[in-house]
C-alpha cells in the first residue's frame, strides 16, 4: 500500500519553544489516523504544517509520494486543494450564507460553473442533513451545524486528505455527536482522515491506528486496542490513566 | 382586554393583564416627564438669554428674519457647489484610501516600498491640518504655470480634501481589515483561495462591514470641510455668506448657513446612528465571528 502522507523528521519551532522535535507520520489510502496527546504536544502543529498553514524548520511532508508540501517553493494552493482541513471554531465565513460558504472555494479555486457549484453543494448539504440550512447565514446555526457546515465546506473540494483539529472541543456536550457521526460517514465512505481529538471513545472506534504525541514526536503508535488497553510507554499509560480518570 | 394565559411550553410571549397596565402607565409616565422635562428646560434657557442685555443687539445681527430670507436664496445656490465637491470627493476617498489600506497590508518583500509610501503619505496627510493642505495645492500649484495643469481653486480645493481625507479613511479601512480574525484568513487559505482571493472574498467584506459607522462619521465630517475651499475663493456656501456680511454688516447669513450644514448632516448623523444600532442589534443576536 502507498502511503498517501508521509511525515518524516519535522521540526518545528515558535520562537525559542519548539513544538515539532523531529516527527514521523505515516498514513496510508483510506486510514483514518488519530492524534492523542496532551494540549500543546503538538497536534494542530502538526496537521497545520502537512497543510502548509505552518512552514516546517526541517523535515519533509509529502503528499501521494509526489508532493512535497514542505518544499518551500511549491504552490501551496494547488496542495490545499486537495487537503482539507476543519478547525476547532468552525471558522464560517459569517456574512455569507451556508450555501456560499460551501460554494465559494470550489467555484473561485477550482473554477467550477456557479450552478454546477451549487447543485454539488446541495446535495453534499443534505448528505449531512443541513439541507434546510442553505439560506441561512452561519450566526443562525448551532454549533454542532457549524462544524458540520464546515466539513462540508471542506469536502466540496474533493480533497484526498482531511485533517481533523480538535473539531468537537468547542461544542456543547449534546451536539458532539451529529459531528462525530458526520466523520463516522465520512470514514466509511474511505475518505482518508487524520484526526486530532480528545474523544477518545470515538479514537477506539473509527480509527485504523492511534498515535500518542508527546514532547513533539508520536511517543507510541498502533490500533486503538493495543494504545487502550495495553499501552508500552509510561508517558501514554500516565495520559491515559488522566483522561480516563 | 384580559387574556387566559397560553399553555406553558408555548413558544409566545405572554404577560399578565395587570403587569401590562403597569408597563403601560409607566411608558406613558415616561414620556410625560421627558416631555415636560424637556420644555421647561427650553423655556428656561431660552428666557435666560434672551434676558441678557445685549440679546437685543444679538437678536437684530445674528437672528433678523429679513436678512436670513434675503440671503437663503443666493446661500442655497453657493451652497450646490459644496454639495458638488462632496459628490466628487467622497466616492475617489472611499477607492483612494481602500488601496491605500490594502498597500499597507501587503507583506511581501516586493512590496516594501509600496509600502514605506502609503505609510509616508498617512503620516503626512494626517499630521498637516486640511486647510494647509487647501492653501498650499490651491495656491502652490497654479503658482507653478505648468502646462495642461488646471489652475481652478475648486478642482484643487477637491484634489486637497480628497488627499487629506484618504489618509484618514485609509486608517479605518486599516483598522477594519486588521478586526477580521486571522482564523478567517487561514480559513480561505486552507480552502486553497489565493492571497487576493482572500482579501476580495473574506476579508474586506467583513473589514468593510465593520467600519461602515465610522466611515459616515467621516462622510459628515467631509460635508461640513466642503466649506474650507472658500480660502481659496470660489464662491461656495461660507464665501457667499461672508459676502452677505460683509455688504449689510449683519452675521445672519452665517446663521443661515449654518442652518443649511446642519440641514444636510443631520439625516446623515441619524442615519449613521441607525447603521450602528442595528449592527450592533445583530451582533448581539448571532455572535458568531
Known amino acids: 500500500m502507498t502511503a498517501l502522507l508521509e511525515v518524516s523528521g519535522v521540526w518545528k519551532s515558535f520562537d525559542e519553544h519548539s513544538v515539532l522535535r523531529g516527527i514521523d507520520l505515516h498514513v496510508d489510502a483510506h486510514q483514518a489516523v488519530v492524534l492523542i496527546g496532551a494540549s500543546g504536544s503538538g497536534k494542530s502543529t502538526l496537521l497545520r504544517c502537512i497543510n502548509g498553514l505552518e512552514t516546517v ?3 519533509r511532508i509529502v503528499l501521494d509520494g509526489d508532493v512535497e508540501v514542505s518544499d518551500p517553493g511549491i504552490d501551496l494552493d494547488r496542495v490545499r486543494r486537495r487537503i482539507g482541513i476543519v478547525f476547532q471554531s468552525y471558522n464560517l465565513f459569517p456574512h455569507m450564507t451556508v450555501l456560499d460558504n460551501v460554494t465559494l472555494a470550489p467555484r473561485k479555486v477550482v473554477g467550477v460553473p456557479a450552478a454546477r457549484a451549487r447543485e454539488e453543494a446541495v446535495a453534499l448539504l443534505d448528505r449531512f442533513g443541513l ?6 447565514y452561519p450566526d443562525r446555526l448551532s454549533g454542532g451545524q457549524a462544524q458540520r457546515v464546515a466539513i462540508v465546506r471542506a469536502l466540496a473540494m474533493q480533497p484526498e486528505l482531511m485533517l481533523f483539529d480538535e473539531i468537537t472541543s468547542a461544542l456543547d456536550p449534546l451536539l458532539v455527536g451529529e459531528v462525530l457521526d458526520a466523520v463516522r460517514d465520512l470514514k466509511s465512505g474511505g475518505l482518508t482522515i487524520v484526526m486530532a481529538t480528545h474523544e477518545m471513545g470515538f479514537a477506539r472506534e473509527v480509527a485504523d491506528r492511534v498515535c500518542f504525541l508527546h514532547d513533539g514526536i508520536v511517543r507510541e503508535e498502533g490500533p486503538p486496542a493495543e494504545i487502550f488497553n495495553a499501552p508500552r510507554e509510561p508517558e501514554t499509560r500516565d495520559f491515559l490513566a488522566r483522561v480516563f480518570g | 382586554m384580559t387574556m387566559s394565559p397560553p399553555v406553558p411550553g408555548t413558544p409566545v410571549a405572554y404577560q399578565d393583564p395587570v403587569r401590562q397596565a ?6 406613558r409616565r415616561n414620556a410625560f416627564v421627558g416631555m415636560a422635562s424637556l420644555i421647561g428646560f427650553t423655556v428656561v434657557v431660552a428666557l435666560l438669554v434672551t434676558q441678557t442685555p445685549g440679546w437685543p ?4 445681527t445674528f437672528f433678523s428674519p429679513e436678512q436670513f430670507a434675503d440671503s437663503l436664496p443666493g446661500l442655497l445656490e453657493a451652497f450646490m457647489l459644496n454639495v458638488r465637491i462632496f459628490l466628487i470627493a467622497e466616492p475617489l476617498i472611499l477607492v483612494f484610501s481602500l488601496i491605500i489600506a490594502l ?7 516586493i512590496f516594501l516600498p509600496l509600502r514605506v509610501l502609503a505609510t509616508i503619505y498617512v503620516d503626512v496627510f494626517r499630521g498637516v491640518p486640511t486647510i494647509l493642505v487647501i492653501f498650499l495645492l490651491g495656491f502652490g500649484v497654479p503658482a507653478l504655470r505648468l502646462q495642461g495643469v488646471p489652475t481652478d481653486p475648486v478642482f484643487w480645493g477637491t484634489v486637497a480634501l480628497i488627499l487629506s481625507y484618504s489618509a484618514y479613511v485609509a486608517e479605518v479601512f486599516r483598522a477594519g481589515i486588521g478586526s477580521v480574525h486571522p482564523s478567517q484568513r487561514m480559513a480561505a487559505r486552507s480552502l486553497g483561495l489565493s492571497v487576493l482571493q482572500t482579501n476580495r472574498f473574506v476579508v474586506l467584506p467583513q473589514a468593510i462591514r465593520n467600519v ?9 465630517s467631509l460635508q461640513k470641510d466642503t466649506a474650507l475651499v472658500s480660502v481659496l475663493g470660489p464662491i461656495e456656501v461660507l464665501r457667499q ?9 449683519n452675521y445672519t447669513p452665517y446663521v443661515a448657513a449654518a442652518l443649511i450644514f446642519i440641514a444636510l448632516t443631520i439625516p446623515m448623523t441619524r442615519f449613521a446612528d441607525w447603521v450602528q444600532g442595528r449592527m450592533a442589534r445583530r451582533q448581539r443576536a448571532g455572535g458568531v465571528a
Open chain 1, 57 to 59: 524548520d526541517a523535515g
Open chain 1, 131 to 136: 439541507g434546510a440550512k442553505a439560506g441561512e
Open chain 2, 22 to 27: 403597569l408597563a403601560r402607565r409607566t411608558a
Open chain 2, 57 to 60: 443687539a444679538v437678536q437684530e
Open chain 2, 103 to 109: 498597500t499597507r497590508t501587503l507583506r511581501a518583500p
Open chain 2, 212 to 220: 461602515v459607522p465610522p466611515l459616515l462619521n467621516d462622510f459628515i
Open chain 2, 241 to 249: 455668506a461672508q459676502i452677505d456680511a460683509s455688504s449689510t454688516f
